[in-house]
C-alpha cells in the first residue's frame, strides 16, 4: 500500500480534495509567528513525496482554523491527523509526545499522574459520588485533576456548585482523560480504548446532564464519541 492510500485509510479521504488555494496557510494563526504551510504538507502527501512527516506535521495544533475558512471544505485536520496515526503506528512519534501518550495508556492520562489519586483535589471539599439523585455528573479534566494550579480552580468550582445546591456527582477514580491527545497525535488505538471505556462508566450512570471542565472534553464527547449520542454535555462555563 502507497503512502495515498495509507492516509486514506487512516481517515484521510479528503486528501484528493484539496486543489491548492493556499487559504489554510494564509489564515493560519502559526503565520503570525512562524513559516508554516499546511498547504505545502498537504501537497506533499497527495504526491507521497518525503516531508510530509516533519515538524510541520507536529506543529499543528489541529484548531480548525483552516478546515473553517476552506472554500471546499476539506477536512484538512482529518488529514493532519490520519498522518499522524501512521507515524504512531510506525513508533514514529517525537519523543516528548511519545512519553504523554504512553503514560496516557497506562494512567489513563497524560500528566504521569497515578490513577489511583485522580480524586485527591477533593480532599479539602469532598467528593460526591454520582446517584440517581445526581443533577450533573461532574467530568473533570486532566488538568483540573493533577496540575497544582488548577487544581485550585477545581475546589473553588464544587464550592461554587455546593453553595448554589447543585446535586453533583463524579465517577471518581473511574474517571479517565477523553482521550483527546491521543486522538490528535497519533494513537489512535489509545484513543479508542479510552472513549469505549469512558462511554461505558458514563453510560452506566445514566447522568442527567454532564458538565465537563475542558473544552476538549466538551468536543469528543459532543462530537466523537458516538455512545454518547443522546446526552446532554455543556461544558461548565455554559453551567455557572
Known amino acids: 500500500m502507497d503512502v495515498v492510500d495509507m492516509i486514506v485509510e487512516y481517515g484521510g479521504q479528503a486528501l484528493d480534495e484539496c486543489y491548492q488555494c493556499g487559504t489554510c496557510s494564509s489564515v493560519c494563526p502559526w503565520g503570525d509567528f512562524r513559516d508554516f504551510r499546511l498547504r505545502h504538507l498537504i501537497r506533499l502527501a497527495q504526491f507521497g513525496i518525503e516531508g510530509y512527516e516533519g515538524e510541520d506535521l507536529w506543529s499543528c495544533t489541529t484548531c480548525g ?24 503506528e510506525a513508533g514514529t512519534l517525537p519523543p516528548l509526545l511519545q512519553s504523554a501518550l504512553s503514560g496516557l495508556a497506562g494512567n489513563g492520562n497524560p500528566w504521569a499522574g497515578d490513577p489511583d489519586k485522580r480524586t485527591a483535589w477533593a480532599s479539602e471539599v469532598g467528593l460526591r459520588p454520582h446517584t440517581e439523585e445526581s443533577e450533573i455528573l461532574l467530568y473533570t479534566c486532566c488538568t483540573h485533576a493533577y496540575d497544582p494550579r488548577n487544581i485550585k480552580a477545581q475546589r473553588t468550582l464544587v464550592r461554587l456548585l455546593e453553595k448554589a445546591g447543585v446535586k453533583w456527582g463524579s465517577l471518581g477514580n473511574d474517571e479517565k482523560c477523553c482521550g483527546d491527545p491521543a486522538h490528535k497525535g497519533g494513537r489512535k488505538d489509545v484513543y479508542e480504548t479510552l472513549r469505549d471505556g469512558n462511554t461505558a462508566q458514563i453510560r452506566a450512570k445514566n447522568p442527567k446532564k454532564i458538565v465537563v471542565t475542558s473544552p476538549h472534553c466538551l468536543e469528543n464527547f459532543k462530537k466523537n464519541y458516538e455512545g454518547l449520542k443522546g446526552l446532554t454535555v455543556i461544558h461548565v462555563a455554559e453551567l455557572l
Open 65 to 88: 482554523m483552516c478546515l473553517d475558512r476552506c472554500p471546499r471544505g476539506v477536512k484538512t485536520v482529518d488529514i493532519v491527523r490520519s498522518i499522524r496515526n501512521i507515524m504512531g
